[in-house]
């Protein structure tokens, strides 16, 4: 078969552009700097020369990817098949078309339309019916309204809005409409929002979702009892939301009774007969057969080809036509078996999540109508009667309804990060409230979504509502025992999905709103660093990024084996280091100038007592050098130390005098929170009481006294030399003069230590704090002195 050159390079052109697109391949530029600013999207001027396909191509390419190379993401661009090629193809031919003589494009578009037409009237049941095919979902019932205004007002297109003034035209609505539609209608229309009437869906009996019929009745008798025309009526086949279907029969009854039009949306293709009982109908095959950038349809039933015309249903362009080509090609590619194939598809995988989901403890669905909706709705939802292990959950639940909607909104938005295929979302519906919605309808299509991945949607939704139920039962437990502690604030945040927030307040009372703000930041974010540094399995964050409450800890999902009360006491704990640890250091800071300053009073007191005992010649510096030669003269203007742990001022004398270091203070260890863990057992964990006995929380303690972890209040016992060990060390120390004195219990020596001696000098410093050690090198230091001055 003979093929046009020109469809064929086209056909070529479109086939390398799709395979550029979803494969992502770059041509490696050696200059990556270059790169960086040919990718950039700010305007630049046109290039004086062409560029070719391939180079085009490229550049919308490394647009469409410019944030992903430098954050990389997941999203990419969805695999659209052979059925999308064939979509993207019908633009480009649409445009080629366009250029053909009159003749043939009219022959040519006319036989495109009249296809369409046909296949569509004929899937869809909607005998004797044309179409309108549009962009905007909502041009087409904008079209028919129209159409129905030339109908009902003959002066219409002669006398314009004045022809309404006899009779005020009315459009009904079900409140569970697409939000801003009626709106739209009344701005595009020229008619005042008195026009516009919203009836509500029933609340005592029947679905809470479907229109109530007998309101509208009542509505429509008052309308036309002030001399208003009921004029169309929009109905749902398939809420946007949740998947609803108004009682159609009933309805039309009723339009047929008033003389009104009757328009369904079918967003989800829930009812079948829908379109047999409606006056117009708007499908959306895009979605539903995973076709990209096809337009929408609305089939309707109307015989003067003049008010089509004046409606702008129908129009004497015939490139307006050619809008029908993309659908026109695809719905051959797939075929009438292939298109049922994959409604059917759609429809199997709703059922078999609801199924499902009925097995499930703890979710509940939406209400079903008497027809199969292919839109599944679900929610977590518990019973809250049940006291939580803490206390009672009255008092608490004042806000049930938001804590249940976070709920569920972090359910929804886990559920699509860990089974993207399965396209969930979630939805907020006025009377369940905040849901998760599955429609593979219109999704499955373009994700491919099968059976195996709702599966695996019922699996992680069967180890998600576990940890729903925990963190929703030990909210209270957690807010109790945070009010147990009265350094800790429990913050109320229903929109938290966790366990809950809290702050950690200073004790300090001195302090003004500034300073005292500043240390609450500064506490809280040091804490929040500390709690994130532990080994647990909780998720501790500062809390929404644009959240209402600053400064606060929060704690994410909970499970059932975690230990409240010792979550509490480590924040409480951990704030408390905190603060004293602060406090100490600002106190030491004190301790220290004021130290200085003493010290410094202290050595000018003793320059000039120096002064005075040496004498005015020692001052002169060749006569005083002579002297000191002939005749020394020991100072006695000594330094000055200061001890942070007494905040007392001594004599660097001592220190000087030393010959070597006999030990090293050794700095208190931080109180740390530590609780009675087994070996392994992760933080804020309840161990089990069958496997816990006495024997194993002895074994326990020893594990832990065997490496080393201390009770923060138990104090260091005090260390013992053995009388063997003593015997040895005297042996070795030399003989200490006369009027020194050497401690018996800690062993510091005032002869020279030795290697084994160091130990004994550290375990002394220990027992005996900052107390300054004098070595007996000191009396050796004080004999040559003496030794000199004789001399």
């Not at 051959?332 to 049922?340: C, R, T």
């Not at 209400?367 to 009672?392: C, L, M, W, Y």
């Not at 600053?550 to 999902?557: L, V």
Request: glycine share 8%.
């Amino acid at each position: 078969m003979m093929v046009d050159p020109t469809l064929a390079e086209m056909g070529k052109n479109l086939n390398q552009a799709m395979k550029i697109f979803e494969d992502g391949q770059r041509p490696s530029e050696p200059d990556g700097e270059r790169r960086r600013f040919s990718r950039s999207s700010i305007p630049g001027p046109l290039q004086r020369d062409g560029q070719d396909v391939a180079s085009i191509l490229q550049l919308v390419q490394n647009l469409m990817h410019e944030e992903e190379e430098d954050t990389p993401s997941h999203r990419r661009m969805q695999n659209v098949g052979e059925q999308g090629h064939m979509a993207l193809l019908g633009h480009s031919l649409a445009a080629f078309i366009s250029v053909l003589d009159k003749d043939r494009l009219r022959k040519l578009t006319t036989r495109i339309a009249s296809d369409t037409t046909l296949w569509l009237s004929r899937l869809f049941r909607y005998e004797n019916g044309s179409a309108y095919y549009h962009e905007d979902d909502r041009e087409g019932l904008l079209k028919v309204c129209r159409l129905v205004i030339n109908a009902r007002y003959e002066d219409y297109t002669t006398e314009g809005f004045t022809a309404l003034n006899s009779r005020q035209p009315v459009i009904y609505q079900s409140a569970t409409c697409r939000p801003g539609l009626g709106q739209h209608l009344c701005c595009q229309l020229g008619l005042p929002l008195s026009s516009l009437c919203t009836v509500p869906c029933n609340t005592m009996f029947g679905s809470q979702h479907q229109m109530d019929v007998a309101l509208l009745d009542k509505l429509i008798k008052e309308d036309m009892e002030t001399g208003k025309l009921p004029l169309l009526l929009i109905a749902n086949a398939g809420t946007p939301w949740a998947g609803h279907t108004d009682k159609l029969g009933r309805l039309k009854e009723l339009c047929e009774q008033y003389g009104m039009w009757l328009h369904v949306n079918m967003p989800s293709l829930c009812l079948p007969q829908a379109a047999s009982r409606s006056d117009s109908i708007t499908l959306t095959l895009g979605p539903w057969l995973g076709l990209p950038a096809v337009p929408a349809v609305t089939l309707y039933r109307h015989d003067d080809p003049a008010l089509t015309l004046a409606a702008g249903l129908t129009s004497s362009q015939p490139v307006e036509k050619l809008r029908a080509l993309p659908l026109w090609l695809s719905l051959q590619y797939l075929g009438h078996d292939g298109i049922v194939e994959k409604i059917r598809h759609a429809a199997e995988l709703s059922q078999q999540l609801l199924e499902k989901l009925k097995t499930l403890a703890s979710i509940k669905t939406s209400v079903e109508d008497e027809v199969n909706s292919p839109v599944v709705v679900f929610r977590f939802s518990q019973e809250t009667s049940a006291a939580s292990s803490g206390g009672s959950m009255e008092g608490y639940f004042a806000g049930e309804r938001e804590v249940i909607d976070t709920l569920n909104r972090w359910l929804g938005e886990r559920l699509a990060q860990l089974v993207p295929a399965s396209g969930v979302d979630v939805v907020e519906l006025e009377e369940e409230g905040t849901c998760v919605r599955f429609s593979p309808l219109m999704t499955a299509a373009v994700l491919r979504t099968q059976c195996c991945d709702v599966d695996l949607l019922v699996e992680q939704l069967t180890e998600l509502v576990p940890i729903l139920s925990c963190t929703l039962r030990l909210r209270q437990d957690f807010r109790e025992e945070v009010y147990r502690h009265s350094a800790l604030s429990y913050i109320q945040d229903l929109s938290w999905p966790g366990l809950g927030a809290v702050r950690y307040e200073p004790r300090g009372e001195e302090l003004d709103d500034g300073k005292r703000q500043q240390e609450v930041e500064k506490i809280n974010s040091e804490l929040l660093k500390k709690l994130g540094d532990l080994d647990a399995d909780l998720i501790f964050s500062t809390g929404p990024e644009f959240g209402p409450e600053k400064d606060c800890i929060f704690i994410g999902m909970a499970t059932e084996d975690l230990d409240v009360s010792e979550l509490v006491d480590m924040i409480a704990t951990l704030g408390r280091d905190l603060e004293e640890s602060g406090r100490l250091l600002e106190n030491m800071t004190e301790v220290v100038r004021k130290g200085i300053q003493e010290a410094e009073l202290q050595l000018q007191k003793a320059n000039e007592e120096k002064l005075m005992e040496e004498g005015v010649l020692r001052q002169i510096p060749l006569v005083g050098s002579v002297l000191n030669w002939f005749s020394p003269f020991q100072s006695t203007v000594k330094g000055r130390t200061f001890n942070l742990a007494a905040g007392s001022l001594d004599s660097t004398e001592p220190t000087y005098s030393m010959k070597a270091q006999t030990g090293v203070v050794a700095s208190p260890e931080t109180p740390t929170f530590s609780s009675k863990r087994l070996p392994g057992q992760r933080l804020f964990r309840r161990g089990g009481s069958d496997s816990h006995s006495e024997t194993s929380s002895v074994g326990q303690a020893e594990d832990l006294s065997k490496e080393g972890v201390h009770s923060p209040s138990a104090p260091t016992p005090p260390c013992v030399l053995q009388p063997d060990e003593v015997t040895s060390e005297a042996l070795e120390r030399p003989q200490v003069p006369q009027g020194q004195e050497v401690n018996p219990l800690t062993s510091q020596v005032l002869a020279q230590p030795e290697a084994g001696q160091q130990e004994d000098g550290q375990m002394g410093t220990e027992e005996r704090g900052m107390e300054k050690i004098q070595p007996e090198g000191q009396q050796t230091i004080e004999e040559s002195q003496e030794d000199e001055t004789g001399r």
